[in-house]
């Protein structure tokens, strides 16, 4: 069984930047596509980027264009989510999650479709 676990949250300052780590054990990260989401306090988990399985491709969600890179070094299974200048609006808490079994890239940002999850980690923005 597949188990993710996040870290690399705390506190950033405005203008800085820091990277978040997600870890897989039990099974082999490389045939999962892999999706940062953020949530905030009372909303929905919602996409921040995704990296596919299949070719190593890389999306993300407008707020955080130009601000993120995620990249994942399957030899240590494990998907990283590269933040700069955060915001204070960026949202939180951060999750990684997993999924093998989808095909196509239109459920790539939707927090339903995946079946396997990180127990997140919160970021604090401080000017």
């Known amino acids: 069984q597949l188990q993710l676990v996040e870290s690399g949250g705390g506190l950033v300052q405005l203008g800085g930047s820091l990277r978040l780590s997600c870890a897989a054990s039990g099974l082999s990260l490389d045939m999962y596509t892999i999706g940062w989401f953020g949530q905030a306090p009372g909303k929905e988990r919602e996409g921040v980027s995704v990296i596919s399985s299949s070719d190593g491709s890389t999306y993300y969600t407008n707020s955080v264009k130009g601000r993120c890179t995620i990249s994942r070094d399957n030899a240590k299974d494990t998907v990283y989510l590269q933040m700069y200048r955060p915001k204070r609006e960026d949202t939180p808490v951060y999750y990684c999650?997993?999924?093998?079994?989808?095909?196509?890239?239109?459920?790539?940002?939707?927090?339903?479709?995946?079946?396997?999850w990180g127990q997140g980690t919160q970021i604090t923005v401080s000017s």
């Open positions: 999650a997993a999924e093998c079994r989808r095909y196509g890239r239109s459920w790539y940002f939707d927090p339903h479709e995946y079946e396997d």
